[in-house]
């Protein structure tokens, strides 16, 4: 099997699945650029460039994937040669979207298309198809939102690597470093520690952690600062981990450590809600009702968590309105934080896994404000 990817059973699996979902909801078929959909259904790293590359999967029949000659060698290291998924390739001056039209059985279809699709190939398309197609999402959600154990194992190792970063992140908290410095130790971390590549790094320090976007900057850390770090990559075979812990470089004022205190029982308070049934609006709530009866409401400026995959943000979002009861299989993050601007900040972020009877985290390093001692 390729490093990068699952068995070809698991995409036959995935194929089949889209298809039948395809057909329920009514449509032709889907037709899939290159992205993380198409990562999730064939295993495929391909690029979208300006010449087209789809996966087409008819409602019913075999895939095909349309692909320009000279990419060819971008379908290797995918399952789509195993899986037998017809090749219809195409040269310049051919018209791909032909072939995609031939692929889906010859007269008008309608369909839908992967949310990725750049708009230099969705009107050409829509042109051919003879009608404008919707969007995948609503097929390929259930499907990539219920991870397999092949998902589920992939994003335990994920959580364990970014864990092993986290515990040596102190190291290189040191006042006079920059928050620069701290990220380049830490991207150097994230791939010793068995990452294939690094996905985001945010390294906020004093009045940076209060903006939840911050990245780093060249702000020197000075004794005294409360310290957000929120770091993730990806771990082959391209999942995610997403963690965040908070740092205090030395100890706390009172206000500081009871406002954090807090901080923790709101997210274990979400922690604690999360099992099959449960809405992801329910589990927000959970976080949210324990900050604004403590008078910190105001401050907790964003959802509590967001599903997570081969893409880092992908649904479920644990968010008031989205009513959508768990599942077990289920991936996603529970990161409350509060943010006191042009002060502090914090932030607790565990990645979870919904079980039969509640949460599994993939993530295990302690939830406390971690107290780096400064000299």
């Not at 771990?235 to 740092?247: A, I, M, Q, V």
């Amino acid at each position: 099997m390729d490093s990068h990817r699952f068995d070809a059973e698991v995409y036959a699996r995935r194929l089949a699945a889209a298809a039948a979902a395809t057909a329920q909801a009514g449509l032709d078929g889907l037709v899939i650029t290159p992205g993380y959909d198409l990562r999730y259904l064939s295993g495929s790293r391909a690029q979208t460039f300006e010449r087209l590359t789809a996966l087409v999967v008819p409602a019913s029949g075999e895939p095909t994937v349309v692909v320009p000659r000279l990419e060819l060698a971008s379908l290797k290291g995918s399952a789509m040669t195993e899986l037998g998924v017809a090749v219809r390739d195409w040269v310049d001056g051919d018209d791909p979207y032909q072939l995609v039209l031939g692929a889906l059985g010859g007269g008008p279809a309608a369909i839908a298309v992967t949310d990725s699709m750049p708009a230099l190939h969705l009107l050409p398309l829509a042109g051919v198809l003879g009608v404008l197609p919707v969007l995948a999402t609503d097929i390929l959600r259930s499907l990539r939102m219920v991870k397999e154990e092949c998902e589920i194992d992939a994003l335990r190792k994920a959580g364990s690597a970014i864990d092993r970063v986290h515990a040596r992140v102190p190291e290189f908290l040191i006042p006079g470093r920059t928050e620069a410095d701290v990220a380049a130790d830490i991207a150097e971390a994230i791939v010793a520690e068995g990452h294939s590549d690094v996905s985001f790094i945010i390294v906020g320090s004093g009045p940076h952690g209060a903006d939840p976007h911050h990245s780093y900057s060249d702000r020197e850390l000075q004794a005294g600062d409360i310290v957000v770090v929120d770091i993730g990559g990806a771990y082959e075979p391209g999942y995610h981990s997403d963690s965040t812990r908070t740092y205090s470089l030395g100890e706390p004022d009172a206000v500081v450590a009871q406002q954090y205190s807090l901080l923790q029982q709101a997210q274990q308070a979400a922690l604690e809600a999360v099992r099959p049934g449960v809405t992801a609006e329910q589990v927000d709530a959970a976080a949210r009702d324990v900050l604004t009866s403590a008078g910190l409401g105001e401050y907790f400026v964003h959802r509590t968590g967001h599903g997570i995959g081969l893409s880092v943000h992908e649904e479920p979002y644990i968010v008031k309105g989205n009513d959508l009861p768990l599942t077990a299989g289920m991936a996603f993050s529970i990161e409350p934080g509060i943010y006191f601007p042009g002060s502090w900040g914090a932030r607790i972020e565990d990645i979870v896994i919904v079980t039969e009877d509640g949460a599994l985290p993939v993530n295990n390093r302690p939830h406390e404000l971690v107290v780096v001692p400064v000299s």
